[in-house]
């Protein structure tokens, strides 16, 4: 089969939104393309003394509602239908959290696996050194993403300062709490997850403390899923995963001993006192919620009718087809999509820069509160509109997203 566009994914679910919001074919038109892209040429000095040129991109989708926002990833087959795909993903999510922001995002095709320190170092301030003109905290504020951590942006922070020739923190978030990052960044996208899952199960009538949890992927979002599942809720997560197979207790796991677990052998397979699984098997078990935090499409047609879940929260970024997405919904699955579930991480970051900007620093409560309310009243949001259209959750975030860009395209006379 021809791999999937995500792109073309994007511009599918856009046009079940505008279809369901009778949108004009025009404004629908503008939605489906981004409004800039701009494409460079790296040419890098490697350790050795060669030159090679790596390809990089800035894609800004729209910014109608504010500056862009979008993270930057070094990935050696990244394309730039993926990041478009991710610009317009983030532009809706943004607006589904009421953030003053467009979306954007971007890349650049390298495996940062066979590259030293220094050579990437001088990679990430080439990529600001060519984009300079069209980053700024007003302009387009780039965070992490795929191999890009908190250094990375801190490199790309201190070279947009020696160009600009000012200390302008809000340029990039992401970064270490030295150099204006906030506390609350590393858990967000879990967190804020969690916050709309207890939200999903007091409407669904669900108590949590009594919930059996199956999660696949195990890494940042899916260790502090595992986490917080336990400490804030009481649940019992019975089985994760990672790539290369899972593990399952039905009396339960400890996060924190999976963890280490992995941490020594490289894997959650074979951990003492449990039964091996697949990622596979995992998805289907019978528990009452069920979190994708790893990889897109491993819920499709064809497994999506032995779902069990009470309630599917996406942490993973595009875990669940359009199809099964249907499939679901008439089952009576109570969906929570990717660009509502895993939003806590672009909001943490908004909070970030509000805190550059102004030059003070909140406490890990402050930030966990605001995160609490914006993922709180959207669920919400999605939840009424999913209600009063009778259609999928992913489709009401979307109609309630693309709602305030096209209002807000409409006000400043754009359409």
């Not at 409560?365 to 309310?373: G, S």
Request: with cysteine; hydrophobic share 40%; proline share 5%.
């Amino acid at each position: 089969m021809p791999e999937v566009s995500s792109f073309d994914v994007a511009n599918r679910q856009l046009a079940e939104c505008a279809d369901i919001l009778r949108l004009d074919p025009d404004v629908h038109a503008v939605l489906r393309s981004p409004m800039r892209e701009v494409h460079v040429s790296l040419p890098i000095r490697m350790d050795d003394g060669t030159l090679k040129v790596f390809q990089g991109c800035r894609v800004q989708y729209n910014d109608a509602r504010g500056p862009t926002k979008g993270g930057i990833r070094f990935h050696p087959d990244r394309t730039v239908d993926a990041i478009r795909a991710q610009s317009a993903w983030m532009t809706w999510k943004c607006a589904l959290l009421d953030l003053p922001l467009g979306g954007a995002g971007g890349g650049i095709m390298c495996n940062p696996k066979e590259m030293s320190r220094n050579e990437l170092e001088r990679l990430s301030r080439a990529y600001v050194d060519a984009l300079f003109e069209y980053l700024g905290p007003e302009k387009d504020i780039p965070a992490p993403d795929i191999y890009t951590d908190p250094q990375v942006m801190a490199w790309m922070m201190d070279e947009y300062f020696k160009l600009s020739r000012q200390s302008q923190f809000g340029v990039i978030t992401g970064k270490p709490l030295a150099v204006g990052g906030s506390v609350g960044r590393a858990d967000a996208a879990a967190r804020g997850g969690m916050f709309v899952l207890r939200e999903a199960a007091q409407t669904r009538g669900i108590e949590l403390s009594r919930s059996r949890v199956a999660i696949q992927g195990f890494g940042n979002a899916g260790y502090f899923a595992a986490l917080l599942c336990g400490s804030l809720f009481g649940a019992k997560v019975v089985a994760v995963s990672d790539s290369k197979g899972g593990v399952f207790n039905r009396d339960g796991l400890d996060p924190e001993a999976v963890r280490k677990y992995k941490g020594m052998t490289g894997s959650v397979i074979g951990m003492p006192k449990t039964e091996a699984i697949s990622n596979e098997d995992l998805l289907e078990l019978d528990v009452d919620i069920l979190i994708p935090a790893a990889i897109e499409n491993v819920i499709t047609e064809a497994n999506a009718p032995r779902i069990k879940a009470k309630i599917l929260a996406e942490l993973a970024n595009g875990p669940t087809t359009p199809e099964a997405d249907v499939l679901l919904h008439r089952k009576g699955i109570h969906h929570l999509p990717d660009v509502l579930c895993n939003a806590g991480g672009v909001t943490v970051s908004y909070f970030e820069m509000v805190q550059n900007s102004y030059m003070f620093h909140w406490d890990k409560e402050m930030i966990y509160d605001r995160l609490d309310k914006k993922q709180t009243a959207s669920y919400h949001a999605v939840q009424d509109a999913s209600q009063r259209f009778n259609i999928t959750m992913r489709k009401a975030a979307y109609v309630v997203a693309v709602t305030r860009v096209v209002d807000s395209m409409r006000i400043r006379g754009r359409i």
